[in-house]
């Protein structure tokens, strides 16, 4: 199993971004995927997650109706696409795969695949 993230930089506050994950080694059916970051100094949170058996994404409190996660199964290809940045939005970004599959869509609990990370700056 390989997740490797792309599209992180430097953006201006209000602006977009959009994060993409390719991943190999499994099929977005079989494994849990999902976006997670961390600030400097912080912990790790999720951001948004999906289930297979599910369906539906999950979003942290403060990024919903600003970022949007969706799939590519033809590019086995993740993304989170940001909007509205703001300065906390500031962190290094990763995707993750779990092949611990659980009814409703969550990131709370002990991805087992983790991407390279990349950073997200949102200056004010």
């Known amino acids: 199993v390989q997740l490797v993230e792309s599209g992180g930089g430097l953006v201006q506050t209000g602006g977009s971004l959009r994060l993409s994950c390719e991943v190999s080694?499994?099929?977005?059916?079989?494994?849990?995927i999902g976006w997670f970051r961390q600030a400097p100094g912080k912990e790790r949170e999720g951001v948004s997650c999906?289930?297979?058996?599910?369906?539906?994404?999950n979003y942290e409190d403060s990024v919903k109706g600003r970022f949007t996660f969706s799939t590519d199964n033809a590019k086995n290809t993740l993304y989170l696409q940001m909007s509205s940045l703001k300065p906390e939005d500031t962190a290094v970004y990763y995707c993750?795969?779990?092949?611990?599959?659980?009814?409703?869509?969550?990131?709370?609990?002990?991805?087992?695949?983790w991407g390279q990370g990349t950073q997200v700056t949102v200056s004010s």
């Open positions: 080694g499994f099929t977005f059916d079989e494994y849990a």
């Open positions: 999906v289930s297979p058996s599910d369906g539906e994404p």
């Open positions: 993750a795969a779990s092949g611990l599959v659980t009814a409703t869509s969550t990131c709370e609990y002990e991805y087992d695949f």
